[in-house]
């Protein structure tokens, strides 16, 4: 079984630049996440989706983080314009059902950005 | 806020031997997950063992373990007869209401042959 893909595998981008990650996660997986998980930190969640639809988006940065995921499959996420805090590793992570209390999660290998 | 706090930012242990890290989590939810997090430096998460909150026995996966106390909202992961391939960052997660994770800041396992 395929796991969750995503690229690029880095990104080097000067600050105000945008920039965009994508996301394929496991097939028939119905709920998918992005993670931020700065140096020295554990992931924090961006976004939850199920299918098409988001679950929670309250800590995503709205003026400059967007996220979609079209057709309820694949996703991308998307910043516009970069910040120096924006360098971290962008983990995507999918999940087979929807909204559950102890679902577990399957994670790629994440995007590390880099804003110089 | 409810929070997971891992108080040990590195440990080491010695290959064959057995190292516990410690987790400690709020929450004020009657049912509810944990999970033990490996991630090496691929950066892929890769699921170690996951306690049911609601069940008294402690998770037992291979050469991992969880030592489960509710009361005290203690979550610690025991790894017997270490390996050179535990090596890595080990996070503790509480599940949230909706399937999402709540991640402590890890603890960086070294293993020394």
């Known amino acids: 079984e395929a796991g969750v893909a995503q690229s690029p595998r880095y990104k080097i981008i000067e600050k105000r630049q945008s920039v965009a990650f994508w996301c394929n996660p496991i097939?028939?997986?119905?709920?998918l996440y992005w993670y931020q998980q700065i140096l020295g930190q554990g992931p924090k969640l961006l976004i939850q989706f199920q299918n098409n639809g988001v679950v929670d988006d309250s800590q995503l940065p709205k003026d400059r983080f967007s996220a979609e995921r079209l057709k309820g499959v694949d996703s991308t996420l998307k910043i516009q314009p970069a910040k120096l805090e924006d360098s971290a590793v962008y983990l995507c992570?999918?999940?087979?059902?929807?909204w559950g209390v102890g679902e577990k999660l399957f994670f790629g290998s994440g995007t590390q950005l880099s804003v110089l | 806020a409810q929070t997971v706090t891992q108080s040990q930012p590195e440990m080491s242990v010695q290959e064959a031997e057995t190292v516990t890290l410690s987790c400690t989590y709020d929450t004020s939810e009657s049912d509810y997950y944990l999970f033990w997090y490996k991630q090496p430096p691929s950066r892929q998460m890769i699921l170690v063992i996951r306690q049911e909150a609601y069940k008294q026995q402690n998770a037992t996966e291979n050469r991992f373990s969880v030592n489960f106390q509710k009361a005290a909202k203690s979550f610690s992961l025991k790894i017997s007869d270490s390996q050179l391939g535990d090596a890595a960052m080990y996070f503790c997660?509480?599940?949230?209401?909706?399937?999402?994770?709540?991640f402590g800041k890890g603890t960086k396992l070294s293993v020394k042959p």
């Open positions: 097939s028939g997986h119905a709920t």
């Open positions: 997660a509480r599940g949230g209401s909706q399937g999402n994770l709540i």
């Open positions: 992570a999918s999940s087979l059902g929807g």
